[in-house]
C-alpha cells in the first residue's frame, strides 16, 4: 500500500499545475472560456509539450502514462485551475484509439484535436441507448444522426463517433469539415458542439466497440471527478480564507460555529471524494471499472453541489458576482455532474447490483 | 500510488484468518452476529484465547507483552476479526489504561498492572464522563485531595462501559481546584470493591444495560494510585483519547452491517418482490455503499500517514465523524427493512417457525437505537468538528 505519487508523476503534476497557475491562471482562463472558440491555441501547444496530453496514454501508444492515476495527475491539476481546454475529449478518444492500436501521434502531441461523440439527446448517458446508425457506402461507411454534448468539439479537427453498425456498437472516425458542427460555449465555461450528420463520410475504428466505449467513458468518468476534486479544494480553501477575513458583527465569520462545523463537512466530503477518485482510477481498465467509476462519480456529484453551494452561502453575495472566481468553480462544480452520467444515473447501476447478486 | 497490501502483509492477513478459522468458537461468533449482549465469561474467554496467542493487547510494543504490529497489520487483525464475527476487544485495559501505563506510568505501575490486564485478572472500566462534564470534560468535578499517603475521592462519573465487569477503574479527579481547569487533574486508579464507591446501573435505550453511574464517598486509595505528575492528568487523557479514536472509523463494522442490509434485503420480500427490487431502498442501499467504499479508502489513506509519521493526526476526526454517520445509516436500513416485524421486543418471538426474519435480525431494532450511541461517545461528533475546525482550518 503507498498512497505516495511516483517521481514521475510529481514532477508532472508540478510542472503543469505551475504552468497554469502561472500561465493560464483564472482570469485569462474567464476571458477564454466563456466566448467561442473557447481555447487558447498558443497555451494548448504548451500544455501539451509539458506533457498533459502525451501522460494520458500508455508507452506502448506513443503516450507515457494512460494509468488512472496519470488521468488523476493532469486532471486534478486542470481542476485546480479550472482550465476549460478540450483535454477531456482527447482523453477518451485517446483511449478508444489505444484499443484501435491507431497511430495517435497527432492528438498526443495537441497538433490535432479530437473529440468523442458518444452522447445523444434522449441517451446523454447509456451507450447502450444510441441511435445514430452507420451504412456501408462503396468501401467505407456513411453515418446519420445527431450527436449531443460533444465536449471540445468547438475547435475539433476529428470525431471519434459511437454509432450503431448492424445493430452493434462501433465507433467511426468523421473528419470535422465533413459533417455539421454546432458550437456553443458552455454555462460553467469550455466549448461543446452538436454534431450533425445526415449520410456523412465516416471511416470505421472499432467495429465491435461496447467494451472500448464504456472504458473510454469511465476514463472520462475519473478525469471528471480527479477534476472535480482539484477544483473543490482550490473552492474550499478559498472559503475557509474568507471565513478568517470577512468581518461582521465585529469579529471574523470563522468564528461562528455554525459556519465552522459546515466548513468542516465540506473538508470531510472533499476527503471522501478524493477517496473514491484514487480508488475509481486504481480500478480503470479492470473488471470493476465501471462499478468504481459509477461510484466514483456519484459521490462527486453529491459533494461538489455541497462544496459548490455552501461555498457561495458562507461567501454571501460576493459569490454571485461574475468578477469573484469562486463563482466560476460553483459553476462547473454544478454542471459537471451532468457529463458522462449523473448521480442518479450512477446510482442506479449500483442498485441494480445489489438486485443482481 | 499502490492500492494492494505487500505480500507480507497479504500473508499475514491469510495467518490471522486460518487463526480465527481454528480458535474462534462458534458460539461466539454466533452470539456477536445475533446482535445481542454479551457475557463476561465470553468476553474474558475470548481474550484469554487470544492472549494465549499473543494477540491481545494489540497496540503494545513487544517488551510489554504486545505484537509489536505495525498500523497497517493491526488494521488487518481487526478487519479480519470483524469478518470472522470475533467478539470485540473490550478496550479499557489493552487498548486506553495499557498505553497509558506504557506512557506516563512507573516501573512498578508497569510491573503489576500490565500483566494482570494480559492475563485477565483486571477488568478496567473509564471514570472520566461525569453529569456536568461531558463535551466539556475538563470541567469535571470529582475532587481528589491528598491525607497522608493516600488520596481521598469524593464525586461521581457517569457512561461507565461495562463497570458492572470491573475490578477497577480509572478516574479523572481535580486535585487543585484553584488552578486553571485543565491544569488541576490528576489520573487516578480506583478500586471498585474500596468501601465508598458504588455502582449503579444505567438502562439504555433499547433496555440493554451497558453503562453505569459510579459514585465515590470518601473512598481511600494509596497514593501509589496516581499516574504520572499530579495535575498533569489532562495531558494523560488526552493522550487517551487519541488512541480511542484509532479504528474508530469501524469500517469492518459497517462492512458487517452492510452485508446485513444486502441479505435481508434479498431475503425480505414486499409488494410480491424482494425488497432488493423496491426502487427507493435499493437507492438508500447503494449510496451507502458508495459512502462507506469511500470511507474504506480514506481510512487506508490516514493509516498510511499514520504509519508514515508514526502517529495518527487530527484529521482521524473525519473518519469518527463520517465512519458513524454511515454506520448509523446502515443500522437505519437494517430496521427498515424489517419494517413492522422489527417491533417485537428482543426475546419475545424466538421459535424457528415463528420469526419474522432470520434469527440475526431479531435486534435490528435495538441495535439502531444502541449505535445512536456512536455519534455522542468518544468525542461527540460536534466536538470532532472543532477539533477539525482548529486544527484542519485553523479557524
Redo the contacts between chains.
Keep these: 500500500m503507498d498512497f505516495s505519487l511516483t517521481e514521475d508523476r510529481r514532477m508532472l503534476q508540478d510542472s503543469l499545475t505551475r504552468y497554469l497557475t502561472e500561465q493560464y491562471p483564472v482570469e485569462h482562463r474567464n476571458k477564454v472560456a466563456y466566448d467561442l472558440p473557447c481555447h487558447d491555441h498558443a497555451k494548448w501547444d504548451e500544455m501539451a509539450e509539458l506533457g498533459a496530453l502525451f501522460a494520458l496514454a500508455p508507452e506502448d501508444a506513443g503516450g507515457f502514462g494512460g494509468s488512472g492515476f496519470d488521468i488523476n495527475v493532469v486532471f486534478e491539476a486542470l481542476g485546480t485551475t479550472l482550465n476549460c481546454e478540450p483535454v477531456l475529449g482527447a482523453l477518451m478518444a485517446s483511449r478508444l484509439m489505444t484499443k484501435a492500436g491507431a497511430d495517435q501521434e497527432a492528438l498526443l502531441s495537441g497538433a490535432t484535436k479530437y473529440a468523442f461523440a458518444v452522447s445523444e439527446v434522449e441517451a446523454p448517458y447509456d451507450p447502450a441507448y444510441i441511435e445514430c446508425s452507420a451504412a456501408t457506402s462503396g468501401d467505407g461507411h456513411v453515418l446519420s444522426g445527431r450527436k449531443t454534448s460533444v465536449y471540445g468539439g468547438q475547435v475539433a479537427e476529428m470525431f471519434l463517433v459511437a454509432a450503431k453498425l448492424d445493430g452493434k456498437l462501433a465507433v467511426f472516425e468523421v473528419q470535422a469539415a465533413d459533417a455539421n458542427v454546432v458550437s456553443y460555449p458552455m454555462m460553467d465555461g469550455g466549448g461543446a458542439a452538436e454534431l450533425l450528420m445526415d449520410g456523412t463520410r465516416a471511416k470505421l475504428l472499432i467495429a465491435d466497440a461496447a467494451y472500448a466505449v464504456q472504458d473510454a467513458l469511465n476514463a472520462g468518468v475519473v478525469a471528471l471527478c480527479a477534476e472535480a476534486v482539484g477544483a473543490m479544494a482550490v473552492t474550499h480553501d478559498t472559503t475557509v480564507d474568507y471565513l478568517k477575513q470577512r468581518k461582521q458583527f465585529g469579529v471574523p465569520i470563522g468564528k461562528f460555529q455554525v459556519l465552522q462545523h459546515r466548513a468542516v463537512d465540506m473538508l470531510t466530503e472533499i476527503e471522501q471524494s478524493r477517496s473514491i477518485t484514487i480508488k475509481a482510477a486504481a480500478e480503470l481498465g479492470g473488471a470493476d471499472a465501471t462499478r468504481y467509476a459509477s461510484m466514483a462519480k456519484n459521490m462527486i456529484g453529491r459533494a461538489a453541489r455541497l462544496i459548490a453551494e455552501e461555498a457561495i452561502q458562507m461567501h454571501g453575495g460576493i459569490a454571485m458576482t461574475w468578477e469573484y472566481p469562486i463563482s466560476h468553480f460553483a459553476k462547473r462544480l454544478i454542471m459537471l455532474d451532468a457529463q458522462l452520467g449523473d448521480t442518479d444515473f450512477h446510482l442506479t447501476r449500483i442498485m441494480n447490483a445489489l438486485k443482481a447478486a | 500510488?499502490?492500492?494492494?497490501?505487500?505480500p507480507e502483509?497479504r500473508a499475514f492477513r491469510d495467518e490471522v484468518r486460518s487463526y480465527l478459522a481454528e480458535n474462534l468458537p462458534e458460539y461466539m461468533s454466533d452470539a456477536v452476529r445475533s446482535g445481542g449482549e454479551l457475557t463476561k465469561e465470553l468476553m474474558e474467554e475470548w481474550h484469554a484465547i487470544l492472549n494465549k496467542k499473543g494477540w491481545l493487547a494489540t497496540i503494545w510494543p513487544v517488551e510489554y507483552g504486545g505484537p509489536g504490529w505495525s498500523p497497517?497489520e493491526k488494521y488487518i487483525f481487526e478487519d479480519e476479526c470483524c469478518k470472522a464475527y470475533a467478539p470485540r476487544i473490550v478496550p479499557f485495559g489493552l487498548s486506553m489504561l495499557g498505553p497509558v501505563l506504557i506512557k506516563f506510568g512507573n516501573e512498578e505501575q508497569k510491573k503489576t498492572i500490565l500483566p494482570r490486564i494480559l492475563d485477565g485478572s483486571d477488568w478496567w472500566c473509564q471514570g472520566y464522563s461525569e453529569p456536568g462534564a461531558g463535551s466539556d470534560l475538563a470541567s469535571l468535578k470529582t475532587r481528589a485531595v491528598r491525607d497522608g499517603d493516600e488520596w481521598v475521592i469524593n464525586g461521581q462519573k457517569t457512561w461507565t462501559t461495562l463497570g458492572q465487569h470491573a475490578d477497577k477503574i480509572f478516574c479523572l479527579c481535580r486535585t487543585d481546584p484553584d488552578a486553571k481547569q485543565q491544569e488541576g487533574i490528576s489520573f487516578i486508579l480506583v478500586d471498585m470493591n474500596a468501601p465508598g464507591v458504588e455502582l449503579r446501573p444505567i438502562k439504555l435505550i433499547e433496555g440493554g444495560h451497558e453503562v453505569n453511574e459510579v459514585f465515590f464517598t470518601d473512598v481511600r486509595v494509596p497514593c501509589s494510585s496516581l499516574v504520572g505528575e499530579e495535575n498533569k492528568g489532562w495531558t494523560i487523557a488526552k493522550y487517551l483519547l487519541t488512541h480511542e479514536r484509532t479504528g474508530i472509523a469501524g469500517v469492518g463494522f459497517s462492512m458487517q452491517s452492510l452485508e446485513e442490509v444486502?441479505a435481508l434485503?434479498?431475503t425480505v420480500r414486499r409488494n410480491g418482490k424482494?425488497l432488493?427490487?423496491d426502487?427507493l431502498f435499493?437507492?438508500r442501499?447503494?449510496?451507502a455503499?458508495?459512502?462507506l467504499?469511500?470511507?474504506?479508502?480514506?481510512n487506508?489513506?490516514m493509516l498510511?500517514?499514520a504509519q508514515q509519521q508514526g502517529a495518527p493526526g487530527p484529521?482521524t476526526s473525519?473518519l469518527k465523524?463520517?465512519g458513524t454517520v454511515i454506520n448509523q445509516e446502515l443500522k437505519d436500513l437494517a430496521r427498515r427493512a424489517l419494517g413492522p416485524v422489527a417491533a417485537p421486543f428482543p426475546g419475545h418471538v424466538t421459535d424457528g417457525n415463528l420469526m419474522f426474519g432470520p434469527e440475526d435480525t431479531a435486534n435490528n431494532a435495538a441495535r439502531y437505537f444502541n449505535n445512536r450511541k456512536t455519534s455522542i461517545f468518544g468525542g461527540s461528533n460536534?466536538i470532532q468538528?472543532?477539533i477539525?475546525?482548529k486544527t484542519?482550518?485553523?479557524?
Excluded: S
Aim: cysteine-free; aromatic content about 4%.
Design positions: 500510488m499502490d492500492l494492494n497490501f505487500t502483509e497497517v444486502k434485503a434479498r424482494p432488493a427490487e426502487p435499493a437507492a442501499v447503494a449510496q455503499e458508495i459512502d467504499e469511500a470511507m474504506k479508502l480514506t487506508l489513506r498510511y500517514k484529521e473525519i465523524i463520517k460536534e468538528r472543532n477539525l475546525t484542519m482550518l485553523e479557524l
